[in-house]
């Protein structure tokens, strides 16, 4: 049965993580150039794989004892938070325009993009961390998903909008607390339960 605590939680997470990232710039890009359909599918089709393997290694997580999970997982927010709080302006790369704009060389383009800037990326680790902290991977993993295709969505069609009103370092704070948040509350489950 699916948590939607859970997945709320999950969702408000990994959005706000994925805001500031350069994938979502690169997403905007592609969207700048391409039929936003076309590269959403391809975009939407590598975060959903990079969701179920992140969602597979956090279950197996959930086998270790619970208190080690939380020290764990905890650990992994703080990090995750300071990786957030240190981290420079990226620059976008540049991304080169298929000569051909049929929906398999564009879905392709944003597919590849995604699948490789994202492998082990930071919101793959928190997936993780997140399926293995409340050992639910189905409303894990939806959140995440969702969440991923709603930063998605919103760099190909409307990112440029949205930045010019909320600025990146503030998405980026926020971010950071509410893993920070997480972080502190996995290491006192940790070490109080």
Known sequence: MI????????????????LPDKTALAGLVLGTRYRASYVFAGVAAAFLLHVVLAVAAGSVLTLLPQQIVHAITGLLFLGGAAVLLLKKGEEDEEIRKPADQSFWKVAGTGFMLILVAEFGDLTQIMTANLAARYDDPLSVGLGAVLGLWAVAGLGIVGGKALMKKVPLRLITQIAAVLMLALGVWSLWEAFAG
């Open 3 to 18: 948590s939607i605590t859970v997945t709320a939680l999950v969702f408000g997470v990994i959005f706000l993580a994925e």
